[in-house]
């Protein structure tokens, strides 16, 4: 099963633009964790957010947690064409250790 | 460090062969995880292990066996191949497992089942 549905599925922007990507996902959760697939290759850890904490930045990354509406978003700002690629997000349930459940990923294009 | 490697890239087989997928890894993490990823879907756990010598069920465990004899390999079976297994393997690896801990993941093997 799905644990987590990213939206937009697919995301066409110009270099320099803002991207912002959304998830929701169905259970509680310990954490949210971001990870980023290019083509043709296995995927990357990008930044985790626990449940107690609201916004997390790294970088040129924001991650926002929004657990009452079971929700998250990343935000990548000023957007390089190295950024297109999918992201997905993955959540780890309590009581469920080890397990990460990913969404179906959000198809980013950044266009020179 | 290599970090998670793994052994094929690409496969194609009929329906009924067999074949074993290899993961390596280099960093001495006590977990790794098998998934299979299908066209517009994120990945699904098949299996994982949480140190050498165990095994434990995913979430579509059906049609796969794996072994984890020693800690650095962690090797995914198909007995009999169907053409539902086509899909991309991808096998992860993490230091403790804990709920905060990062997967590292290997570049992904493309198997084909005619």
């Known amino acids: 099963s799905q644990q987590g549905e990213e939206d937009p599925q697919a995301l066409s922007i110009q270099e320099g633009e803002n991207a912002t990507m959304n998830c929701s996902y169905k259970t509680s959760i310990n954490n949210l964790q971001w990870y980023r697939q290019n083509s043709g290759r296995g995927l990357v850890h990008l930044i985790l957010?626990?449940?107690?904490?609201r916004e997390k930045h790294s970088g040129r990354l924001r991650v926002t947690l929004d657990t009452s509406k079971k929700s998250s978003s990343l935000l990548i700002t000023a957007s390089r064409a190295a950024d297109t690629a999918s992201y997905f997000c993955a959540t780890a349930v309590s009581g469920s250790a080890r397990q990460l459940t990913f969404g179906s990923g959000t198809q980013l294009t950044v266009l020179p | 460090n290599a970090g998670v490697t793994q052994t094929p890239k690409f496969r194609v087989l009929k329906t009924g062969q067999s074949m074993t997928l290899l993961c390596a890894q280099d960093m001495n993490h006590e977990y790794m995880y098998w998934y299979r990823q299908d066209p517009g879907m994120g990945l699904r756990l098949i299996h994982y292990s949480v140190g050498e010598g165990t095994t434990a069920k995913g979430e579509v465990p059906d049609g796969y066996n794996v072994s984890r004899l020693k800690k650095q390999n962690f090797l995914l079976g198909l007995e009999s191949a169907a053409p539902s297994q086509t899909s991309v393997y991808f096998c992860a690896s993490s230091s403790t497992g804990g709920m905060t801990d990062t997967q590292y993941f290997g570049p992904g093997t493309r198997l084909t089942v005619l």
């Open positions: 957010i626990r449940s107690n904490e």
